[in-house]
């Protein structure tokens, strides 16, 4: 049985790639990986045998140890490599502020920057003894990406800028059911998996003959693409061959 490995992933284009050789592939070796170290590979081993345990498979070869995934179709329900994609990482301030401001803003409920700030020093880092700060440009930056992310929304009242929180999405048992069958299919993927963690599960009715759980790993490529189109950027990609292609994104 794999070791257990709790550690956060820093960069997802890395542990992508590792995961798509593993599972794709086949049974690979530290010397099979030369574009990075050795201890960058035994650091990105111990994740994948962290994040997908039930699936790794070892054999042990003349020089080492080789590792492969092997995902049965016929046995799951759900995309494995989603715990991957959730085992991205954060800092202190992105846990306190994250907690915090979601204990702050109840639903109808508004606050300016200066508002929330005092809130926090007040009724939170009060509680401190260590002097731990949030300073009011990280605050900005926070509210900031959530706004962008949708969980919260703001509007102007005259000079001053006030946040609140958007209000939650309720889905029916239809509505579940069909994220239960897109979330696999596409094209809803890893956002119709979050949808369905907020919400009380419904035993999924769904099998599938032939499942193939490759496209969590493409998932933030199709982002980065769509992203190029609408900044109208180049973009450069490599491919597992080798080859390569530039273009403009329009």
């Not at 992105?94 to 007040?122: C, G, K, P, T, W």
């Not at 596409?186 to 769904?206: N, R, T």
Request: glycine share 6%; hydrophobic share 45%.
């Amino acid at each position: 049985m794999a070791k257990s490995f709790n550690e956060l992933i820093k960069n997802f284009a890395v542990i992508r790639n590792y995961v798509r050789e593993f599972y794709v592939y086949g049974f690979k070796q530290r010397e099979d990986f030369t574009e990075k170290s050795g201890r960058s590979y035994d650091n990105v081993r111990r994740r994948v045998e962290s994040y997908l345990r039930e699936y790794v498979d070892v054999e042990q070869q003349g020089s080492g140890k080789a590792l492969r995934l092997f995902i049965d179709p016929n046995g799951i329900t759900e995309n494995p490599m989603f715990a991957v994609w959730q085992a991205k990482s954060f800092t202190k301030n992105d846990v306190f502020l994250h907690f915090v401001l979601m204990d702050i803003f109840q639903m109808n409920e508004a606050y300016s920057v200066n508002q929330v700030l005092a809130r926090i020093d007040a009724d939170y880092l009060a509680c401190f003894a260590d002097g731990f700060l949030i300073e009011a440009l990280t605050l900005r930056k926070k509210l900031a990406e959530y706004v962008e992310l949708g969980v919260l929304q703001r509007e102007s009242r005259g000079r001053e800028v006030y946040f609140s929180r958007v209000a939650g999405v309720v889905l029916s048992d239809r509505a579940k059911m069909a994220l239960q069958f897109f979330k696999e299919m596409a094209p809803l993927g890893v956002l119709g998996h979050y949808l369905l963690q907020q919400e009380k599960a419904l035993d999924s009715v769904f099998s599938y003959k032939h499942y193939f759980v490759m496209h969590v790993l493409e998932e933030q490529v199709c982002l980065d693409l769509l992203e190029a189109i609408r900044a109208e950027r180049w973009v450069l990609l490599r491919f597992m061959d080798g080859s390569v292609w530039c273009g403009l994104c329009r």
